[in-house]
């Protein structure tokens, strides 16, 4: 699929789920939960497959939203950092 050969799409999303809190490197903690990791998913040439290069990563926070009668609950995107692609 789309990894292997020449990309579909210019991007990749990913989902990542933390168990439990981390400490980065920087002394920041986050959270467990989903976090949601968009980078690019660039074509190297023919026969080369594909290169994946850094990106955003955000995690989404619930907002009520009231409604006429109702209420819903919207997942606002919240951008924590970035993170980059390396190939071993």
Known sequence: WGLSREPLYPFVLLELELDASCTLADGRELPGGLYYLQGGHDGR????????????????????????GASATYMEPFPVGSYVARQA
């Not at 990106?55 to 009520?64: A, E, K, Q, Y």
């Open 45 to 68: 040439g023919k026969g080369q497959g594909a290169a994946l290069s850094g990106g955003t990563v955000t995690r989404r926070v619930p907002l009520d939203v009231p409604l006429v």
